[in-house]
């Protein structure tokens, strides 16, 4: 083999890496996007939960007998079962979301060849 051969066959192996960079780099950065609006999502849950609480305490502490006490936790809880049941959508939703933007980018962009 010689120079020639080396050149062209080293080449060959930086244009296949640049190939293989691209579909990955553009991947990362889907993901990195899905993953940013996922944790806005969740921050804005955080607060919901957070006020969900507070205003329990305040009712609490306005109520004049058990059954209104009992009547506000019990509004509180419903609101709470509520948002576990969003949260779960909004996980399989979100999983869902990563699992099509790695296959696609598999699918459709990822260079032939040898690993």
Excluded: H
């Excluded at 940013?36 to 939960?49: F, G, N, Y």
């Excluded at 502490?61 to 709470?80: D, K």
């Excluded at 699992?99 to 990822?110: I, Q």
């Amino acid at each position: 083999m010689n120079i020639n051969d080396k050149r062209r066959g080293a080449a060959a192996s930086f244009e296949t890496g640049e190939q293989r960079t691209e579909p990955m780099l553009t991947m990362q950065k889907e993901l990195l996007g899905a993953y940013e609006e996922a944790s806005r999502a969740w921050l804005a849950r955080v607060k919901s939960e957070v006020e969900l609480w507070t205003g329990l305490a305040q009712k609490l502490t306005a109520t004049r007998s058990v059954p209104e006490a009992v009547a506000a936790y019990q509004e509180c809880v419903a609101e709470r079962m509520k948002m576990a049941a969003e949260d779960g959508q909004r996980i399989a939703e979100e999983c869902q979301k990563g699992m099509t933007k790695v296959s696609r980018a598999l699918s459709n962009g990822w260079p032939k060849g040898r690993t």
